[in-house]
């Protein structure tokens, strides 16, 4: 499914992320409350995290600022960490399997990613072909093999793609402020195949997670066992929609690599396999799993 015009605005995606976060069960309602009534002043509805040094809620940012490069964190008001803090909890090691040998979660290695020099080994490979170039004073025009004149506009779409407009609404339908019950009709009818004109539920009570976590699981000898099948996650309100596996594959005989593996929701015996590599050097795919184009997100 393809959204047009996707929201990227940064004011709006850090003003946003507490409710996310929240929401989809990375922080749980005492820490959400606690959020609102420090950094917000009590009122939900105005609270500019991207400003929060212009007014007096301004302090709490402030306040672990001095102390943010000793706590290796970011500050309280700025939720950048949430699902760092969700992934180093205890009971969430334990949901997904996680060894006890395994250091806590880091999101980033930055070590590897300041170092990292992205276009080096392009560059690089390139060079003897720029300087033949040069010596043979030749120089380099591409012609496309089509011209196609841009004089028209026309929509195209085919099976399995359906166009449709909410009336009244801008370029961000989904935000507060334009026609959010409208675009959340029309995700959940899409994801549930029914008619676009379904009445869907908008507003659902919070209802804390029930369940007992399970005592960490002693170090086996081979890591490389069967994949765990992972039976619930904490702060997650409803069932798991598909199976999910967690595991180690070997690199060497020091390293190894651990994978969590989500069945398709519709077809997992014919889809295909989807491999998550997001993150860029040095960094996690679980912050895009979770934050950016995941099931979770």
């Known amino acids: 499914m ?20 929240y929401n989809h069960g990375i922080i749980d309602e005492t820490y959400y409350r606690k959020i609102i009534t420090k950094c917000c002043n009590n009122d939900p509805d105005n609270c500019d995290f991207y400003t929060m040094t212009r007014n007096e809620s301004g302090y709490c940012y402030m306040e672990t600022m001095l102390n943010r490069f000793l706590a290796q964190a970011q500050p309280a008001c700025a939720h950048y960490n949430d699902s760092t803090v969700y992934l180093q909890r205890q009971d969430v090691r334990n949901a997904l399997h996680i060894l006890n040998v395994v250091p806590p979660y880091q999101s980033c290695n930055d070590r590897i990613s300041q170092d990292y020099d992205q276009g080096a080994s392009h560059i690089v490979s390139q060079l003897e072909n720029v300087r033949k170039v040069i010596e043979a004073n030749k120089t380099i025009i591409v012609q496309p093999k089509f011209k196609m004149p841009l004089t028209y506009l ?73 994949p765990f ?63 950016e184009m995941g099931p979770f997100r």
Request: glycine share 8%; with cysteine; charged share 20%.
């Open 154 to 226: 026309e929509t195209l779409f085919d099976e399995g793609l359906d166009f449709l407009t909410i009336r009244g609404a801008g370029p961000f339908p989904a935000s507060s402020n334009e026609k959010p019950k409208e675009t959340l009709q029309i995700f959940k009818n899409f994801i549930n195949k029914t008619e676009y004109d379904t009445p869907v539920s908008h507003d659902l009570p919070y209802e804390p997670p029930q369940g007992t976590v399970t005592p960490p699981t002693p170090i086996p000898e081979n890591w490389d066992a069967d």
């Open 229 to 291: 099948l992972i039976k619930n996650l904490p702060n997650l309100d409803e069932p798991m929609k598909s199976k999910q596996y967690t595991g180690y594959l070997s690199v060497s005989d020091t390293k190894k690599l651990f994978y969590w593996y989500i069945e398709s929701e519709s077809d997992p015996d014919n889809d295909p396999v989807v491999l998550w590599l997001n993150g860029g050097p040095g960094c996690s795919s679980l912050e895009g799993l979770f934050m």
């Open 2 to 21: 393809l959204i047009g015009n996707g929201c990227v605005d940064d004011v709006l995606n850090q003003n946003s992320l507490a409710e996310f976060n």
